[in-house]
């Protein structure tokens, strides 16, 4: 069964930092990885999808890297702006059940 | 284009009750899914469909039935609601599973049982 873990659970950044999400999985044997955001009381919202042949994908301030061998995934978010503060949900495809399993996500704050 | 659409967006009932959450979608998807939220847990699988006439049952499908007699429709049952299934539900469709399969999400429907 996947498990994906999403360290920090939560981040707090004054504005213009740039950060790194973190996402780990515990079956590399993916189809796909993507990664979400939600504002309160929202629904997801897909920002970037990385195709298991993929190393990177890249929109706008945002770059997804995926390391299928090491079940890892990260989302780089340069120049954070308040607007950025919401919840980042990662969430690997293996082909099963033909669903995502969804990490808990990163709660993250950027302030002025 | 609206997307995914969900109602009702909230809903209270009591335990013991009935309700019927419908999520239509205007992308001529084929995989369409029914998820419930709940704090500290993430987002858990109810049921899916992989096409019209079709349903299977997700990770946590106990207390919930569907159907998706229509592509565009996928209804989310609860014949006798619980506090437990006190929950955000959301909808989620997508064209391909998988490769390419970029998912998108409804606004989310709240539901408290009492």
């Known amino acids: 069964k996947q498990e994906v873990t999403q360290i920090p659970a939560a981040l707090s950044v004054p504005e213009g930092e740039n950060l790194v999400l973190n996402c780990s999985f515990t079956d590399s044997a993916i189809y796909n990885l993507q990664w979400f955001r939600q504002d309160p009381g929202k629904g997801l919202t897909s920002l970037l999808l990385i195709q298991s042949s993929q190393r990177e994908q890249t929109s706008g301030r945002l770059n997804a890297s995926l390391d299928k061998s090491s079940g890892r995934s990260t989302l780089y978010i340069a120049a954070s702006q308040p607007g950025d503060s919401a919840t980042y949900l990662c969430?690997?495809?293996?082909?099963?059940?033909?669903?995502?399993?969804f990490g808990t996500g990163t709660r993250l704050q950027v302030t002025l | 284009n609206a997307g995914v659409t969900q109602t009702p967006k909230f809903r209270v009932l009591k335990t013991g009750q009935s309700m019927t959450l419908l999520c239509a979608q205007d992308m001529n998807h084929e995989y369409m899914y029914w998820y419930r939220q709940d704090p500290g847990m993430g987002l858990r699988l109810i049921h899916y469909s992989v096409g019209e006439g079709t349903t299977a049952k997700g990770e946590v499908p106990d207390g919930y039935n569907v159907s998706r007699l229509k592509k565009q429709n996928f209804l989310l049952g609860l014949e006798s609601a619980a506090p437990s299934q006190t929950s955000v539900y959301f909808c989620?469709?997508?064209?391909?599973?998988?490769?390419?399969?970029?998912?998108?999400f409804g606004e989310g429907s709240r539901l408290t049982v009492l």
């Open positions: 969430a690997p495809y293996t082909g099963t059940a033909s669903k995502l399993t």
């Open positions: 989620a469709s997508t064209l391909l599973a998988g490769v390419g399969g970029e998912l998108f």
